[in-house]
T-cell receptor
Framework: GAGVSQSPRYKVAKRGQDVALRCDPI?????LFWYQQALGQGPEFLTY????????KSGLPSDRFFAERPEGSVSTLKIQRTQQEDSAVYLC????????????FGDGTRLSIL | QKEVEQDPGPLSVPEGAIVSLNCTYS??????FMWYRQYSRKGPELLMY????GNKEDGRFTAQVDKSSKYISLFIRDSQPSDSATYLC?????????FGQGTTLQVKP
């Protein structure tokens, strides 16, 4: 398909484990965003890449959260030493790059921390 | 107070009704305004994308932006059961989107 692809769709982990979430953006999209969506809430910004450069990570809630996009395409969001409050849906979005371009979302990874 | 306020509903209407969804915001720097539709266990799907004040129409959907009042609306005409979903308003100045809480809409046949 031509949309944003995220994997896994569902992830269950025990508290204290590390997890890695993958995002494959739309081909040719320069900008990539990660958002966190709690149950019953709108998505909240985590971090933003333009190509391989992480230009904004102001939304990452703690230093346990780390994101990378080493070749300017696929991105990985890593959460270390997971805690129960990390349970949420993690959404990835991509756009062509200029500020005027809209963001297109994947279906997210639903993370549950036991 | 949140930058973007949206009534979470739920909102229940009969099939064929006109639906009005609204958001208010506090940051006058926002320039781009969007409405996304989100079905259960799916990602947000872009419905409408507008810049500046005014109206934009696309099929049964009309988006309105009033920057002087810091108020945006989405109207759905001839609503269908398939319109049942959560509707998220979103806005931005630079890259990141700021979302409202989302309004849950149910259209009853």
């Amino acid at each position: 398909g031509a949309g944003v692809s995220q994997s896994p769709r569902y992830k269950v982990a025990k508290r204290g484990q590390d997890v890695a979430l993958r995002c494959d953006p739309i081909s040719g999209h320069v900008s990539l965003f990660w958002y966190q969506q709690a149950l019953g809430q709108g998505p909240e910004f985590l971090t933003y890449f333009q190509n391989e450069a992480q230009l904004d990570k102001s939304g990452l809630p703690s230093d346990r959260f780390f994101a990378e996009r080493p070749e300017g395409s696929v991105s990985t969001l890593k959460i270390q030493r997971t805690q129960q409050e990390d349970s949420a849906v993690y959404l990835c979005a991509s756009s062509l790059g200029r500020m005027v371009q809209p963001q297109h979302f994947g279906d997210g990874t639903r993370l549950s921390i036991l | 107070q949140k930058e973007v306020e949206q009534d979470p509903g739920p909102l229940s209407v009969p099939e064929g009704a006109i639906v009005s969804l609204n958001c208010t915001y506090s940051n006058s720097a926002f320039q781009y305004f969007m409405w996304y539709r989100q079905y259960s266990r799916k990602g947000p799907e872009l419905l409408m994308y507008t810049y500046s004040s005014g109206n934009k129409e696309d099929g049964r959907f009309t988006a309105q932006v009033d920057k002087s009042s810091k108020y945006i609306s989405l109207f759905i005409r001839d609503s269908q059961p398939s319109d049942s979903a959560t509707y998220l308003c979103a806005m931005k100045n630079t890259g990141k989107l700021i979302f409202g809480q989302g309004t849950t809409l149910q259209v009853k046949p």
